[in-house]
């Protein structure tokens, strides 16, 4: 899983750019502040989550997710990009929605919306190895696929036992 965020680097780091261009960054943009929101929600799921295995999933989005973040730094370095250092205010909501949850609901209503979110974000990344402007922008965007559709994955393993003990 790590494997394909780091060949971000690699892929990113060959050609540093001058500018971005509106498509590539609006995406690095949108996945920055997405990123901000799965470490927070990570760290919101160690302290809250009733189950090993969610606190688990916080544990590897924190981890993923600053990884991947770390990495698209590589992108904009050399350009005007000023890359996000605090949550949106939309993220921030949503993290302190999850924080205010009684911990009976906490776990279930967490992997909906990890699972929601998962689902935005490989959209997002999808579409951006169809429109990306530059072709080290296409191949991060792609080579971090594979640990969104993990990451995607866990989140619907971790809903189905939420909704089948009902």
């Known amino acids: 899983?790590?494997?394909a965020l780091c060949t971000l680097a690699v892929t990113a780091g060959a050609q540093p750019f001058r500018a971005l261009n509106r498509i590539d960054a609006a995406f690095v943009s949108e996945v920055a502040n997405g990123n901000l929101a799965e470490t927070a929600m990570?760290?919101?799921a160690i302290e809250r989550s009733t189950r090993k295995d969610v606190a688990a999933y916080g544990e590897q989005?924190?981890?993923d997710h600053q990884l991947l973040n770390?990495?698209?730094k590589t992108l904009v370095i050399g350009t005007s990009f000023s890359f996000p250092r605090e949550l949106t205010a939309t993220h921030r909501a949503h993290v302190d929605a999850m924080r205010a949850l009684p911990a009976k609901e906490f776990d279930a209503a967490f992997a909906a919306h990890l699972l929601k979110?998962?689902?935005a974000m490989i959209e997002i990344f999808e579409a951006q190895v169809r429109d990306a402007g530059r072709e080290s922008v296409r191949d991060s965007a792609s080579a971090a696929l594979p640990t969104l559709e993990t990451h995607l994955g866990h989140a619907k393993a971790l809903v189905k036992p939420a909704t089948s003990s009902r």
């Open 1 to 3: 899983m790590l494997l």
């Open 42 to 44: 990570g760290r919101v």
């Open 61 to 63: 989005l924190i981890s």
């Open 70 to 72: 770390d990495e698209l």
């Open 117 to 119: 979110g998962h689902e």
